[in-house]
């Protein structure tokens, strides 16, 4: 099984600064199609999910370009260029590349 | 507008069983995967089952191989999950979540609460 390990698991950030979260898998994330699964979703207070970054670095749509993926391998960081209040919850990564499996949460808070 | 509805959660006795439903609307049910996610109260998110379009290819964690079942009926745009011998700690909040070609989990529904106690 392929673990995910997301660091730190909780952040207090300052509006109009930057933030960061790293994420490390067990194995590669790297498929034989050449594209690599790993995804940041954030869940804000009392809302589902909600996809914010597709294969390491691509924004879904209606994503705010503040909002940042980037690594390869097994080595990922999803960084928020200026905080803004609206951006508190809950950040996960998640792996498809076998299955899916998800980091344990970082939780933003202003 | 792609919307998904979860239904069928409720409080059930241990040894239990239940039926979930997610009814989809706003795109091609048939085209995509579709998924069970879970959450138990204040943790973080597990993927529960996986199904592909056709319903041929059927993933499950190994925490509810053998006791769940995931299924789906294109004709309804319906996605379900059958929860037989039902434990404390399968008790969460489960979200049904699509998957649409390479992007997983692109949309969720609003999920649907499963409390498992006697």
């Known amino acids: 099984d392929i673990v995910m390990t997301q660091t730190p698991l909780s952040l207090s950030v300052t509006p109009g600064q930057p933030a960061s979260i790293s994420c490390k898998s067990s194995q590669s994330l790297l498929h034989s199609d050449g594209r690599t699964y790993l995804y940041w979703y954030l869940q804000k207070p009392g809302q589902s999910p909600q996809l914010l970054i597709y294969?390491?670095?691509s924004r879904f749509s209606g994503v705010p370009d503040r909002f940042s993926g980037s690594g390869s391998g097994t080595d990922f960081t999803l960084k928020i260029s200026r905080v803004e209040a609206e951006d508190v919850g809950v950040y996960y990564c998640m792996q498809g590349i076998r299955l899916k499996t998800f980091g344990q949460g970082t939780k933003v808070e202003i | 507008e792609v919307q998904l509805v979860e239904s069928g959660g409720g409080l059930v006795q241990p040894g239990g069983s239940l039926r979930l439903s997610c009814a989809a609307s706003?795109?091609?049910?048939?085209?995509?995967?579709m998924n069970w996610v879970r959450q138990a109260p204040g943790k973080g998110l597990e993927w529960v089952s996986s199904i592909s379009g056709n319903g041929d290819y059927i993933y499950y964690a190994d925490s509810v191989k053998g006791r769940f079942t995931i299924y789906r009926d294109n004709a309804k745009n319906s996605l379900y999950l059958q929860m037989n011998s039902l434990r404390a700690d399968d008790t969460a909040v489960y979200y049904c979540a699509r998957d649409q070609q390479v992007v997983d989990l692109d949309y969720w529904g609003q999920g649907t609460l499963v409390s498992v106690s006697s």
């Open positions: 294969e390491v670095s």
């Open positions: 706003g795109f091609t049910f048939s085209t995509c995967s």
